[in-house]
T-cell receptor
Framework: KAGVTQTPRYLIKTRGQQVTLSCSPI?????VSWYQQTPGQGLQFLFE???????NKGNFPGRFSGRQFSNSRSEMNVSTLELGDSALYLC????????????FGPGTRLTVT | AQRVTQPEKLLSVFKGAPVELKCNYS??????LFWYVQYSRQRLQLLLR??SRESIKGFTADLNKGETSFHLKKPFAQEEDSAMYYC?????????????FGEGTQLTVNP
């Protein structure tokens, strides 16, 4: 089966701009989670969507938001970008139970200048 | 609050030597523990999870609730084991698919 896909793979934005990242989960998976990966903070959970509803949220400011569509595809949006938002953003899909394997995408590398 | 600690950022061993990657956690309930691995230029992928109690690529991990540890072990390391290893915790049914990751351990297996 096709893996998790993320678009775009690379992105360069300027401070103050906003950005939207997209994630297409594995077919049949209803849960999509987003993570931010940085050298200093490691992998940090942003939020999880399950059946179009946000089920969990991490400790990130309100500038970070997301949504999920009826076909389980998910988008995350970051408004008013800051230099510190430069990171690799990973999404992962799963069936939605806590013990399920999560399948990760290749990530979107966001650089804020 | 849930937390995962991997005390070693870097670990270097020789081929054929035993390897142990340490992982300690704090969680008030009954967690699900996982090891994820990222090989060079590849995606993060599941290596093993404690509920499966299986050995993958020769690796095993035992959940020790008394010591709140989930160390990853392999008796004879191979060069292809060189990768970044992350220990992760899920709160089970109450926290959905949310994973809390440790900082990761970069394992290098030298020839």
């Amino acid at each position: 089966k096709a893996g998790v896909t993320q678009t775009p793979r690379y992105l360069i934005k300027t401070r103050g701009q906003q950005v939207t990242l997209s994630c297409s989960p594995i077919s049949g998976h209803r849960s999509v989670s987003w993570y931010q990966q940085t050298p200093g903070q490691g992998l940090q959970f942003l939020f999880e969507y399950f059946s179009e509803t946000q089920r969990n949220k991490g400790n990130f400011p309100g500038r970070f938001s997301g949504r999920q569509f009826s076909n389980s595809r998910s988008e995350m949006n970051v408004s008013t970008l800051e230099l510190g938002d430069s990171a690799l953003y990973l999404c992962a899909s799963s069936l939605g139970q806590g013990s399920d394997e999560q399948y990760f995408g290749p990530g979107t590398r966001l650089t804020v200048t | 609050a849930q937390r995962v600690t991997q005390p070693e950022k870097l670990l270097s061993v020789f081929k054929g030597a035993p390897v142990e990657l340490k992982c300690n956690y704090s969680y008030s309930g009954s967690p699900e523990l996982f090891w994820y691995v990222q090989y060079s230029r590849q995606r993060l992928q599941l290596l093993l999870r404690h509920i499966s109690r299986e050995s993958i690529k020769g690796f095993t991990a035992d959940l020790n609730k008394g010591e709140t540890s989930f160390h990853l072990k392999k008796p004879f390391a191979q060069e292809e084991d060189s990768a970044m290893y992350y220990c992760a915790l899920s709160g089970g049914e109450t926290s959905g698919s949310r994973l809390t990751f440790g900082e990761g351990t970069q394992l290098t297996v030298n020839p």
